[in-house]
């Protein structure tokens, strides 16, 4: 079995967790490869031994039977586009904060063993497709595990916005934005918004308006067949940014309209350890109720 090994250096200093993990991996007789998740920041000094020989994601993952990362909810959602691409299964190891979407914590390195005789379970995970139109030009398309972002940025001014389902109108929004999230993402920003606790192995599309200047704004979970649609008005010269997991945002003008379905692709992640996803909640963010 191939393994490849991810880990955020900024994390995981001098992947010393990544490297425990490959001597217990090696020990259980996979073979393993490390990886950065992403290029470092130009001019920024890495905490790395002289005998580490690093390789690259994209050469290695197509020969990969299964995907490690070390680090955030973060550096999960960046590793997971290019594993979902090449269909590897993906299992997160937490060295940063909360770490939802983790598997293991640090110190949960032994249970990695039984990976390499095919002792885990992968769960399917939705995702969905964004694409940014501007009347009939494609400016930009991406896809995301947790949520598409629409917001108005720093500035102290108020977004406008009407959010459609199949071209139907479902509710105009005036506020700071909307967040447009599968299941997995309920538990991240839209959850921070009031939108609703999803569990992430089910289906659906959560729409959820942030900091909504009406009273009759509400977070919605609509069918994961429907196409939704987030249009802005006509005119309007106030420019909202789009951002996609977190990623780097793209600016949206007036009459742009981003379009979001689900994907025809979905994430593979990895279960090894027998919690449940109420046993996580409660573990990770400190409970459903007190």
């Known amino acids: 079995m191939k393994i490849v090994l991810s880990s955020n250096p900024y994390r995981d200093k001098g992947l010393r967790v990544a490297l425990e993990a490959r001597r217990v991996l090696e ?7 490390l990886c950065l998740p992403f290029q470092p920041k130009k001019g920024d000094r890495l905490d790395l031994r002289r005998q580490i020989t690093l390789s690259t994601l994209n050469k290695e ?4 039977d ?3 990362c070390f680090g955030g909810d973060g550096t999960i959602l960046h590793a997971a586009r290019d594993a979902t691409l090449h269909g590897v299964p993906i299992l997160g190891v937490n060295t940063g904060s909360v770490g939802f979407m983790a598997e293991l914590e640090r110190g949960e390195l032994p ?5 390499v ?3 885990y379970t992968v769960e399917e995970r939705m995702m969905l497709d964004v694409k940014v139109l ?3 030009r494609l400016i930009c398309q991406d896809t995301a595990l947790n949520d598409a972002v629409i917001s108005k940025g720093s500035m102290a001014r108020v977004a406008e916005m ?9 509710t105009a929004i005036t506020g700071d934005g909307v967040i447009v999230a599968t299941p997995t993402g309920s538990t991240a920003y839209s959850m921070s918004a009031g939108g609703p606790i999803v569990e992430p192995t089910s289906k659906g599309i959560i729409v959820t308006p942030v900091c909504a200047h009406q009273l009759i704004a509400r977070a919605m979970v609509l069918a994961p067949e429907r196409v939704v649609t987030v249009q802005l008005p006509r005119g309007n010269r106030k420019y909202l940014y789009l951002s996609v ?9 007036g009459g742009d309209r981003v379009e979001i379905r689900r994907s025809d692709r979905s994430t593979q992640l990895v279960r090894l350890a027998d919690r449940s996803f109420y046993q996580v909640i409660n573990q990770k963010l400190g409970g459903l109720s007190q």
């Open 27 to 33: 020990h259980a007789g996979a073979q393993t490869v």
């Open 61 to 64: 993952l197509p020969s990969a």
């Open 66 to 68: 299964l995907l490690i």
């Open 111 to 115: 249970l990695l063993a039984p990976l």
């Open 117 to 119: 005789h095919g002792m």
């Open 134 to 136: 501007r009347g009939d």
């Open 162 to 170: 009407e959010v459609l389902a199949d071209r139907v109108k479902v």
């Open 245 to 253: 997991d977190g990623g780097k945002a793209v600016r949206l003008s």
